[in-house]
């Protein structure tokens, strides 16, 4: 081990210019993939901000009890999607009418009996917050004696619906070609290496050394490298996420742990691509 890291050191001496123009390539094809990966993270964090907004409100029926909603509230909390459950009395939906419909406050003021029903607002949990579970839930309200209607924003559900597998179809043909064109590039460039070295290897070759022995330093070499690309790779995601962040609008960035999968990332790809390239030269050779 002591000996294939001496060489790989050697070979970062030996070719230094090469070996930056590999990290380079490298950091900049993971740094596609990066930011790439950064649009789909906040894609992502914005639906989930709009699931959030889901909600169903069940009317109850006008003189329904407190004591009867309240039973009611512990029934439908014990739905296996719901998250929680809010009471909003007949006194709190006009309060809160007057509060958000200012144009209206004239009208609000001539009221000699508050219109408006009690209601119950459920949010959903997490995973629960498709067309298909929203309905289900709808369904079983609207068994309920007491609840007079249900309402839960069906057209905009099913959008988000149709929103959300179009871009878990885009994110996934999109990446999976940065991913192709990035083995590709960085294949090549490690594949300048080998060939930068084919005379040193050929010599390895007549002196008796075995593939094994060749392929080490270079699998090495390529990680190593792979990993530093990968690293400045998060680096240059982090200055235009802070770029965006001042110029554009908020966003968010990597998590530690998804940071260090950028790295392996390129750890991985870089080995892989060393592998290939060597053994492919020395099937030549």
Known sequence: MRLTLRETLLA??????????SMTT???????VGLFGLVVL????????IEERVEIVAYLLHGTPVEVATMAIGDIEAFPEVASVQYVTEDQALERARRQLVEFQGVFQDLETNPLPASLEIRLKPGYRDEAHVRAVAERLKGLRFVEDVRYG???????DRLRDLGAAVGLAIGA??????????GTTIRMGVLHRSREISIMRLVGATDGFIRRPFLLEGAIKGAIGGAVAVGLNYAAYVAVNRLLFSSIFFTPPQAAVVVAFGLALGFLASAMSVRRHLATV
């Open 12 to 21: 970062f001496r030996r070719a230094p210019l090469l070996s930056v123009l």
């Open 26 to 32: 490298i950091a900049f094809a993971l740094f596609v």
């Open 42 to 49: 906040n894609l992502r964090s914005a639906l989930q901000g």
């Open 154 to 160: 069906r057209d905009w559900i099913a959008k988000l």
């Open 177 to 186: 070609a940065f991913g192709l064109a990035s083995v590709i590039i960085i």
